[in-house]
């Protein structure tokens, strides 16, 4: 199969990113002055999660800084401070009696450009064929850095009250906000430190070594403006190698999914050996890593592909990807591949 051209992947990337520009803009101009009760479109682009429980969350915006608390339904009932929302939330668990979290939860990421609607056919893939309960984080991705959004993240493992075991699952660079979150939180005292465990980790095509794409559109004014500072943070020329310094590689067991088109050469002349469009089949690659297999398809249609869904549940559930139990661990990586 012949790659595609440069300069037309490089004009649909620009093209997506424009879009996503329009819609964020689109979700920026929720009307602010509706009072409680409103409807409003969830938070997709410039709201960040910062407590979810039963579905309910606290956001703060990523550009005033107040905070709201919504319900399932996406309906405002209180904002201001993030102690009159939470104040709000207790209120809501009684007169609606939520029930308490379950022991053991599933937090799902995802990456840059998206919002957590873009998990939501995995999240309930999940829940129907691995019974379990999962929390869809969501976070303004384009909208300021990547230790902020794993600031958010922190936040949200912090409030799991009750919760005694956590999986995670993560789509591109929603593997990096986990790895830096999981950092953060190990920097914490011992008596700030949550009380759950970590269990499996399933990372779907993570930007593990940077993203070499990232320093094509690095200089590009435009791309900046669309893709924010996560463009910068993930180019290997620019910012990567100061952000790798912040991250965790996680001390329990993880494995990789990375997507391509399986015949060596992949979807991107730019981008040596196998690729799913983006990123290289090399550079999701992580040492520590107790399985990885390949999955076929583009990066951005991943969390919907029917292979890695099946992947994602049998490896939460059995510590393996593939039916026959075999596993293809990663012991070392030679090197920051693009």
Not at 72 to 100: I, S, W, Y
Not at 305 to 329: A, C, I, M
């Amino acid at each position: 199969m012949k790659k595609p051209r440069n300069q037309h992947f490089a004009a649909l990337v620009i093209e997506s990113l424009f879009f996503l520009t329009l819609l964020a803009a689109y979700a920026n101009a929720e009307p602010a002055l509706f009072g409680i009760g409103s409807k409003t479109l969830g938070g997709r682009f410039v709201w960040s999660d910062e407590v979810i429980y039963d579905d309910w969350r606290i956001q703060r915006h990523s550009t005033f800084g107040h905070y709201r608390l919504i319900d399932p339904n996406d309906r405002r009932h209180t904002f201001g401070t993030f102690e009159n929302c939470l104040a709000e939330l207790e209120r809501a668990k009684q007169v609606e009696k939520l029930p308490p979290l379950p022991k053991e939860v599933v937090v799902m990421v995802h990456g840059l450009g998206a919002s957590r609607q873009m998990m939501n056919g995995l999240a309930d893939y999940l829940e129907e064929e691995g019974n379990y309960y999962v929390i869809n984080f969501g976070y303004p991705s384009t909208v300021g850095d990547i230790s902020e959004h794993a600031k958010s993240l922190t936040n949200v493992l912090r409030h799991l009250d009750g919760v005694e075991k956590i999986d995670f699952v993560a789509h591109s660079m929603g593997n990096i906000v986990i790895r830096m979150a999981l950092a953060d939180l190990a920097s914490l005292p011992p008596s700030e430190q949550p009380e759950f465990t970590y269990n499996r980790f399933v990372m779907i095509a993570p930007p593990n070594h940077g993203a070499s794409m990232a320093d094509n559109f690095a200089e590009s004014k435009i791309a900046q403006a669309f893709a924010g500072e996560p463009l910068q943070q993930l180019a290997p020329g620019k910012g990567w190698q100061s952000l790798e310094q912040r991250l965790a590689t996680p001390s329990f067991e993880f494995g990789i999914i990375a997507g391509g088109h399986g015949d060596g050469e992949g979807y991107l002349a730019a981008i040596p050996g196998d690729d799913d469009g983006l990123l290289s089949v090399d550079t999701t690659q992580l040492a520590g890593a107790s399985d990885f297999v390949l999955a076929k398809g583009i990066h951005q249609l991943l969390p919907q592909n029917d292979q890695v869904r099946e992947y994602t549940v049998r490896f939460l559930q059995q510590g393996h990807f593939l039916p026959s139990g075999t596993k293809h661990p990663i012991a070392a990586v030679a090197g920051a591949a693009p």
